[in-house]
Protein backbone atom coordinates (compact mmCIF):
# COMPACT_ATOMS: atom_id res chain seq x y z
CA UNK A 1 0.00 0.00 0.00
CA UNK A 2 1.11 3.50 -1.07
CA UNK A 3 2.08 6.16 1.54
CA UNK A 4 -0.86 8.08 0.08
CA UNK A 5 -3.10 4.86 0.26
CA UNK A 6 -2.45 4.91 3.97
CA UNK A 7 -2.55 8.70 4.77
CA UNK A 8 -6.01 9.05 2.85
CA UNK A 9 -6.93 5.47 5.00
CA UNK A 10 -5.64 7.00 7.98
CA UNK A 11 -7.75 10.12 8.15
CA UNK A 12 -11.28 8.08 7.36
CA UNK A 13 -10.73 6.21 9.98
CA UNK A 14 -10.20 9.01 12.06
CA UNK A 15 -13.28 10.67 10.72
CA UNK A 16 -15.51 7.31 11.50
CA UNK A 17 -13.82 7.53 15.02
CA UNK A 18 -13.78 9.51 18.68
CA UNK A 19 -10.55 11.04 20.13
CA UNK A 20 -10.09 10.04 24.00
CA UNK A 21 -6.53 10.04 26.00
CA UNK A 22 -4.86 7.44 28.39
CA UNK A 23 -5.73 8.89 32.29
CA UNK A 24 -3.84 6.21 34.08
CA UNK A 25 -1.75 2.82 33.74
CA UNK A 26 -0.73 0.29 36.53
CA UNK A 27 1.36 -2.12 35.50
CA UNK A 28 0.44 -5.50 36.70
CA UNK A 29 2.74 -8.04 35.41
CA UNK A 30 2.07 -9.04 31.84
CA UNK A 31 -0.97 -7.08 32.19
CA UNK A 32 -1.79 -3.09 32.17
CA UNK A 33 -4.87 -1.58 33.73
CA UNK A 34 -5.74 1.04 31.63
CA UNK A 35 -8.17 3.90 31.81
CA UNK A 36 -9.20 6.04 29.37
CA UNK A 37 -10.98 9.31 29.24
CA UNK A 38 -12.33 11.74 26.59
CA UNK A 39 -15.89 13.68 25.81
CA UNK A 40 -16.16 10.64 23.07
CA UNK A 41 -16.42 8.24 25.81
CA UNK A 42 -19.51 10.21 27.17
CA UNK A 43 -23.12 8.91 26.24
CA UNK A 44 -22.02 5.71 24.75
CA UNK A 45 -25.10 3.31 25.57
CA UNK A 46 -22.17 0.21 26.64
CA UNK A 47 -23.47 -2.75 27.77
CA UNK A 48 -20.70 -5.47 29.96
CA UNK A 49 -19.57 -7.43 27.12
CA UNK A 50 -19.37 -5.13 24.53
CA UNK A 51 -16.09 -4.06 22.69
CA UNK A 52 -14.48 -1.07 22.27
CA UNK A 53 -11.46 -1.08 19.04
CA UNK A 54 -8.48 1.42 19.79
CA UNK A 55 -6.67 2.67 17.06
CA UNK A 56 -2.84 1.90 16.64
CA UNK A 57 -1.30 3.00 13.55
CA UNK A 58 -1.86 3.62 9.98
CA UNK A 59 -5.19 1.19 9.48
CA UNK A 60 -4.57 -0.81 12.50
CA UNK A 61 -7.24 -1.80 15.50
CA UNK A 62 -7.24 -3.89 18.11
CA UNK A 63 -9.62 -4.87 20.25
CA UNK A 64 -10.37 -4.68 23.99
CA UNK A 65 -13.34 -5.66 26.62
CA UNK A 66 -13.83 -2.69 28.93
CA UNK A 67 -14.33 -3.78 32.63
CA UNK A 68 -16.27 -0.74 32.99
CA UNK A 69 -17.13 2.00 30.77
CA UNK A 70 -19.22 5.61 32.69
CA UNK A 71 -21.12 7.21 30.35
CA UNK A 72 -21.90 10.29 31.98
CA UNK A 73 -18.05 11.27 33.16
CA UNK A 74 -16.91 10.04 29.86
CA UNK A 75 -14.51 7.07 31.26
CA UNK A 76 -13.77 3.44 30.51
CA UNK A 77 -11.45 1.06 32.18
CA UNK A 78 -9.55 -1.94 30.32
CA UNK A 79 -7.26 -5.08 31.12
CA UNK A 80 -4.83 -5.32 28.28
CA UNK A 81 -2.52 -8.20 27.97
CA UNK A 82 0.82 -8.03 27.09
CA UNK A 83 1.55 -11.66 24.89
CA UNK A 84 4.73 -10.15 24.01
CA UNK A 85 4.32 -9.68 20.37
CA UNK A 86 2.02 -7.13 18.10
CA UNK A 87 1.22 -4.24 17.63
CA UNK A 88 -1.31 -4.53 20.41
CA UNK A 89 1.09 -5.92 22.84
CA UNK A 90 3.21 -3.09 21.98
CA UNK A 91 0.40 -0.29 22.71
CA UNK A 92 -0.51 -1.19 25.77
CA UNK A 93 2.75 -1.87 27.01
CA UNK A 94 4.00 1.97 25.90
CA UNK A 95 1.00 3.52 26.90
CA UNK A 96 1.14 6.18 29.42
CA UNK A 97 -0.99 9.02 30.76
CA UNK A 98 -1.79 12.02 29.21
CA UNK A 99 -0.94 10.31 25.37
CA UNK A 100 -3.93 10.33 22.83
CA UNK A 101 -5.59 8.26 20.76
CA UNK A 102 -8.90 7.34 18.39
CA UNK A 103 -11.13 5.20 19.33
CA UNK A 104 -14.25 3.23 17.85
CA UNK A 105 -17.14 1.70 19.66
CA UNK A 106 -18.94 0.63 22.39
CA UNK A 107 -20.26 -2.62 19.65
CA UNK A 108 -21.84 -5.69 20.78
CA UNK A 109 -19.83 -8.49 21.23
CA UNK A 110 -20.31 -11.11 24.22
CA UNK A 111 -24.07 -10.77 25.29
CA UNK A 112 -23.48 -10.57 28.96
CA UNK A 113 -26.44 -9.27 29.79
CA UNK A 114 -28.02 -12.82 29.45
CA UNK A 115 -25.98 -13.49 32.56
CA UNK A 116 -27.93 -11.26 34.69
CA UNK A 117 -29.08 -13.83 36.59
CA UNK A 118 -29.32 -17.32 37.26
CA UNK A 119 -26.26 -20.01 37.91
CA UNK A 120 -22.95 -18.79 35.62
CA UNK A 121 -19.77 -20.63 34.75
CA UNK A 122 -17.10 -18.73 32.66
CA UNK A 123 -14.33 -19.79 30.76
CA UNK A 124 -11.69 -18.05 29.34
CA UNK A 125 -7.57 -17.47 28.92
CA UNK A 126 -5.90 -14.13 29.07
CA UNK A 127 -7.49 -12.49 26.61
CA UNK A 128 -10.92 -12.89 28.22
CA UNK A 129 -10.11 -11.27 31.52
CA UNK A 130 -11.79 -8.00 30.85
CA UNK A 131 -14.67 -9.74 29.70
CA UNK A 132 -14.79 -11.66 33.18
CA UNK A 133 -14.67 -8.26 35.46
CA UNK A 134 -17.05 -6.76 33.35
CA UNK A 135 -19.31 -9.99 34.32
CA UNK A 136 -17.64 -10.12 37.80
CA UNK A 137 -18.68 -6.56 38.18
CA UNK A 138 -22.71 -6.70 36.87
CA UNK A 139 -22.94 -9.98 39.59
CA UNK A 140 -21.18 -9.71 41.90
CA UNK A 141 -22.97 -12.70 44.49
CA UNK A 142 -20.08 -15.03 44.82
CA UNK A 143 -21.28 -18.58 44.61
CA UNK A 144 -23.49 -17.91 41.70
CA UNK A 145 -20.98 -16.89 39.22
CA UNK A 146 -18.13 -19.19 39.02
CA UNK A 147 -14.57 -18.48 37.05
CA UNK A 148 -11.91 -20.43 35.39
CA UNK A 149 -9.11 -20.04 33.24
CA UNK A 150 -6.73 -21.44 31.38
CA UNK A 151 -3.32 -19.08 31.40
CA UNK A 152 0.62 -19.40 30.53
CA UNK A 153 1.67 -18.41 33.71
CA UNK A 154 -1.22 -18.45 36.69
CA UNK A 155 0.73 -17.16 39.40
CA UNK A 156 1.79 -14.36 37.43
CA UNK A 157 -1.71 -13.41 36.80
CA UNK A 158 -2.01 -13.16 40.33
CA UNK A 159 -1.98 -9.15 40.73
CA UNK A 160 -4.26 -8.81 37.85
CA UNK A 161 -6.66 -11.37 38.95
CA UNK A 162 -7.07 -9.68 42.30
CA UNK A 163 -7.58 -6.31 41.09
CA UNK A 164 -10.37 -6.89 38.83
CA UNK A 165 -12.06 -8.86 41.53
CA UNK A 166 -11.38 -12.40 40.45
CA UNK A 167 -9.02 -13.51 43.37
CA UNK A 168 -11.29 -16.28 43.83
CA UNK A 169 -11.17 -17.81 40.15
CA UNK A 170 -9.80 -21.43 39.39
CA UNK A 171 -6.58 -21.21 37.38
CA UNK A 172 -4.66 -24.14 35.53
CA UNK A 173 -1.69 -24.03 33.71
CA UNK A 174 -2.26 -24.26 29.84
CA UNK A 175 -0.57 -27.11 28.19
CA UNK A 176 1.27 -27.29 25.23
CA UNK A 177 -1.27 -29.68 23.76
CA UNK A 178 -5.02 -29.32 25.01
CA UNK A 179 -4.36 -32.52 27.76
CA UNK A 180 -5.14 -29.43 30.45
CA UNK A 181 -8.51 -29.06 28.81
CA UNK A 182 -9.92 -32.26 30.53
CA UNK A 183 -9.16 -31.09 34.26
CA UNK A 184 -11.14 -27.88 33.05
CA UNK A 185 -14.38 -30.09 31.59
CA UNK A 186 -13.87 -31.98 34.70
CA UNK A 187 -14.43 -28.90 36.37
CA UNK A 188 -17.05 -27.22 35.22
CA UNK A 189 -19.02 -30.35 35.13
CA UNK A 190 -19.02 -30.55 38.71
CA UNK A 191 -19.84 -26.94 39.32
CA UNK A 192 -22.91 -27.58 36.93
CA UNK A 193 -24.07 -30.41 38.91
CA UNK A 194 -24.34 -27.98 41.91
CA UNK A 195 -27.34 -26.33 39.93
CA UNK A 196 -30.56 -26.60 41.14
CA UNK A 197 -32.07 -24.81 37.93
CA UNK A 198 -30.62 -23.92 34.10
CA UNK A 199 -27.68 -21.89 34.11
CA UNK A 200 -25.34 -20.26 31.54
CA UNK A 201 -21.31 -21.23 30.59
CA UNK A 202 -19.90 -18.47 28.57
CA UNK A 203 -16.57 -20.27 26.53
CA UNK A 204 -14.26 -16.96 25.75
CA UNK A 205 -10.80 -17.11 24.38
CA UNK A 206 -8.97 -19.48 22.15
CA UNK A 207 -10.74 -20.56 18.65
CA UNK A 208 -9.50 -24.36 19.29
CA UNK A 209 -10.09 -24.90 23.16
CA UNK A 210 -13.61 -23.19 22.80
CA UNK A 211 -14.23 -25.86 19.86
CA UNK A 212 -13.02 -28.45 22.07
CA UNK A 213 -14.74 -27.98 25.26
CA UNK A 214 -17.96 -26.63 23.93
CA UNK A 215 -18.11 -30.44 22.06
CA UNK A 216 -17.66 -32.09 25.44
CA UNK A 217 -19.49 -30.40 27.52
CA UNK A 218 -23.09 -30.37 25.07
CA UNK A 219 -22.21 -34.34 25.18
CA UNK A 220 -21.60 -34.71 28.89
CA UNK A 221 -24.66 -31.64 29.80
CA UNK A 222 -27.16 -32.05 27.38
CA UNK A 223 -29.72 -28.90 27.77
CA UNK A 224 -28.59 -29.07 32.05
CA UNK A 225 -26.87 -25.54 30.59
CA UNK A 226 -26.90 -23.23 27.19
CA UNK A 227 -23.21 -22.97 26.91
CA UNK A 228 -22.29 -19.68 24.56
CA UNK A 229 -18.65 -19.69 22.64
CA UNK A 230 -16.78 -16.22 21.81
CA UNK A 231 -13.85 -16.32 20.07
CA UNK A 232 -11.48 -13.62 20.73
CA UNK A 233 -8.23 -15.12 18.52
CA UNK A 234 -7.06 -18.24 16.91
CA UNK A 235 -3.44 -19.29 15.44
CA UNK A 236 -2.23 -17.15 12.87
CA UNK A 237 -4.87 -14.62 12.98
CA UNK A 238 -4.34 -11.00 13.63
CA UNK A 239 -6.57 -8.61 15.31
CA UNK A 240 -9.65 -10.78 15.44
CA UNK A 241 -12.91 -9.59 17.23
Known amino acids: MSLIAKAAGSMLEKALMAPARVASVAPLGRFRLIELQGDGL ?6 PGDKLRV ?48 FKGPK ?15 FGDETAVGA ?12 AVRFLFELEDPE ?25 LKA ?20 VGNQESLKELKSALEKKLGDKAKIKTKVYWREGKKGLD
Not at 64 to 91: E, H, N, Q
Open 42 to 47: KGSGWS
Open 55 to 102: KLGDLDLRTYTPILWDDKRGVARLLAWLPGRGPGSAWAKAAKAGQSFY
Open 108 to 122: ESLKLSKAAEGPVVF
Open 132 to 143: AAALRAMRPDGH
Open 156 to 180: GATAALSLVGLENAVTIRKGPGQGH
Open 184 to 203: IRKQIVEWVGEWAEEGRIFL
